[in-house]
Nanobody, 121 residues
Framework: QVQLVESGGGLVQAGGSLRLSCVAS????????MGWYRQAPGKHRELVAA???????TYADSVKGRFTISRDAAKNTVYVQMNSLKPEDTAVYYC???????????????WGQGTQVTVSS
């Protein structure tokens, strides 16, 4: 019914930048919150950044000042610009979105498959 497809991951040296994109498609009536989580080996999945339908944002303390989340509502797309990357940013990054489907009363959370980000020292 809904697909979230991430792109933009890869290998980068410490201090470098990457931009992740995530497009939501399907029988979408409304996209509410969109965001990014990450999961490093042996660690729990954690919130990186989120953007709400009114445009407000929230960030993990560890990425504040380095990452910027944005969205294109017309394209149901969310981005995260990641600058000054550190080896500890290495993880699988997952896109998530709270989406109300056509014909549904309540929204649900959906997840992408994840994209690997590796930062070498």
């Amino acid at each position: 019914q809904v697909q979230l497809v991430e792109s933009g991951g890869g290998l980068v040296q410490a201090g470098g930048s990457l931009r992740l994109s995530c497009v939501a498609s399907g029988k979408i009536f409304r996209v509410n919150k969109m965001g990014w989580y990450r999961q490093a080996p042996g660690k729990h999945r954690e919130l990186v950044a989120a953007i709400f339908d009114a445009g407000s944002t929230t960030y993990a303390d560890s990425v504040k000042g380095r990452f910027t989340i944005s969205r294109d509502a017309a394209k149901n797309t969310v981005y995260v610009q990641m600058n000054s990357l550190k080896p500890e940013d290495t993880a699988v990054y997952y896109c998530t979105a709270n989406i109300q489907l056509i014909g549904s009363v309540w929204p649900s959370d959906y997840w992408g498959q994840g994209t690997q980000v590796t930062v070498s020292s």
